[in-house]
């Protein structure tokens, strides 16, 4: 079972350049998220989708775009990178109402 | 203020030792608490959920109390293995869910 699939891995931008993580799930979740995590302050919420066709802000939305394309997917996107972008990103899906998020492994993003 | 607060660490306990953390949370109409677990590098996986009545896994105990707006994590018996970041989660309604900063947690042999 994929579950909550993210790409990429790894990737390095210049500061300008725009770039889209992308997120699917195969679970059939309503509810998916967009996270960051730098060291010391934990995940924080970028962007929330509670369901398909719907798209929240969450603490940190500035500098971000999100795409709810459909209930598998949620694209994330930078439009010109910054080197304050240089983060842990982690996207998260599921069911709404008290389910447990399952999260993707996890993109490594470093802006120069 | 942060929506949800946590005390960062690291606490460093010896094997066997009983340890707890609270989390405390800035919006009373919150809706549903969480502990997850992160291990170095990796993503966050749920540990369990936070219930009014307070409930028990194994040695992980979880409270809530809404009058003081904090839940907390007791973990006894401490083992090696249970060296983690600890996170707690909070829905604020509409499936807004936030992470607390976490708590660093190292089990001393």
């Known amino acids: 079972n994929a579950g909550v699939t993210q790409t990429p891995k790894f990737q390095v931008l210049k500061t300008g350049q725009s770039m889209t993580l992308q997120c699917a799930q195969d679970?059939?979740?309503?509810?998916m998220y967009w996270y960051r995590q730098d060291p010391g302050m934990g995940l924080r919420l970028i962007y929330y989708?509670?369901?398909?066709?719907?798209?929240d802000k969450g603490e940190v939305p500035n500098g971000y775009n999100v795409s709810r394309l459909n209930k598998r997917e949620f694209s994330l996107r930078l439009e010109s990178a910054a080197p304050s972008q240089t983060s842990v990103y982690f996207c998260?899906?599921?069911?709404?109402?008290?389910?447990?998020?399952?999260f993707g492994s996890g993109t490594q993003l470093s802006v120069l | 203020r942060k929506e949800v607060e946590q005390d960062p660490g690291p606490f460093n306990v010896p094997e066997g030792a009983t340890v707890a953390f609270n989390c405390t949370y800035s919006?009373?109409?919150?809706?549903?608490f969480f502990w997850y677990r992160q291990d170095c590098r990796k993503e966050p996986k749920l540990l369990m959920s936070?219930?009014?009545s307070g409930n028990e896994d194994g040695r992980f105990t979880a409270q809530l109390n809404r009058a003081s707006q904090y839940i907390s994590l007791l973990i006894r018996d401490s083992k090696l293995s249970d060296s983690a970041t600890y996170l707690c989660?909070?829905?604020?309604?509409?499936?807004?869910?936030?992470f607390g900063t976490g708590t660093r947690l190292t089990i001393i042999p």
């Open positions: 989708s509670a369901s398909e066709g719907t798209t």
């Open positions: 679970m059939n979740h309503n509810s």
């Open positions: 936070v219930y009014s």
């Open positions: 919006n009373s109409a919150s809706q549903s």
């Open positions: 989660v909070v829905n604020f309604g509409n499936e807004k869910l936030t």
């Open positions: 998260a899906s599921r069911t709404g109402g008290g389910g447990k998020l399952f």
